[in-house]
């Protein structure tokens, strides 16, 4: 059983009668421990997929399992549960709580589950040890470099042991030799059995992946 499996996804928007077809029938499957990047031009759909993939949007047609759920199936409540306990978020923006520590961000997924578990602070405290910031617990993200924000958001995104860590440009906020170093602690991770997909329109990021998809017009154009 594939860890994702999209079958004949379409996505079309609808506005002042206009209708915009952004997912022409997209099927897709990635298994456990796969390490994929999502590559194609601005325009191309892959933000789209990423939604879809993340359970942050649904598609117009077309059926998606994740790690054996029908997704389509699933109701509001179930859906914020696939999302916190199934999938870690890495985003280009970082979306990191401002006044906070970097310890506080971190642990926050695990504030939102339906039991919190005993262990939740040694949790975080194995996070951002694991990404370098064993030291940096308590600085918020205005005294960390860019850098350093996105290894916090990383942490986040393993603190609940997801299936699946889903970055959306992880390195597209950061210069090229700060993006080198994101990009290795993705690829120890995928080394440790993690399975991530990246989303980018960057060639060299992409190529860090040993799957790479190419999203061109809404669908897929070729896949290696």
Same mark, same amino acid.
């Given at each position: 059983?594939? +860890?994702?499996? %999209? ?30 990047? *999502? ?12 939604? !879809? ?20 199936? %699933? ?11 199934? !999938? ?11 006044? #906070?520590?970097?310890?506080?961000? *971190?642990?926050?997924?695990? @504030?939102?589950? /339906?039991? *919190? ?9 194995? #996070? ?8 940096? @617990? ?5 005294? +960390? ?8 958001? !990383?942490? /986040?995104a393993l603190i609940n042991n997801?299936?699946?860590?889903l970055a959306d440009e992880p ?37 860090? #992946?040993? /799957? !790479?998809?190419? *999203?061109?017009?809404? @669908? ?5």
């Amino acid at each position: 059983m594939s +860890l994702i499996h %999209l079958e004949n996804i379409t996505k079309t928007y609808t506005n002042t009668g206009f209708t915009t077809n952004v997912l022409k029938g997209v099927s897709l499957r990635i298994e456990e421990g796969e390490y994929a990047a *999502v590559i194609g031009p601005s325009g191309a759909g892959k933000s789209t997929l990423m939604a !879809i993939i993340g359970c942050l949007s649904s598609p117009t047609s077309g059926s998606y399992m994740l790690d054996g759920e029908e997704v389509a199936r %699933l109701n509001d409540s179930d859906l914020s549960r696939a999302r916190n306990e199934k !999938i870690g978020f890495v985003f280009q923006a970082f979306h990191l709580l401002p006044g #906070a520590p970097a310890f506080d961000n *971190v642990i926050l997924p695990l @504030m939102y589950c /339906r039991k *919190v578990p005993p262990d939740a602070k040694a949790r975080a405290a194995e #996070a951002l040890e694991k990404v370098g910031l064993g030291h940096r @617990m308590r600085h918020t993200p205005g005294q +960390l470099s860019g850098g350093e924000q996105q290894r916090v958001t !990383i942490a /986040r995104a393993l603190i609940n042991n997801p299936k699946l860590i889903l970055a959306d440009e992880p390195t597209g906020n950061l210069d090229s030799k700060t993006g080198a170093e994101i990009m290795k602690i993705f690829d120890n991770l995928n080394q440790e059995g993690r399975t991530i997909i990246l989303i980018t329109h960057d060639q060299k990021v992409a190529e860090h #992946a040993r /799957r !790479i998809i190419r *999203v061109m017009d809404g @669908m897929i154009d070729t896949d290696v």
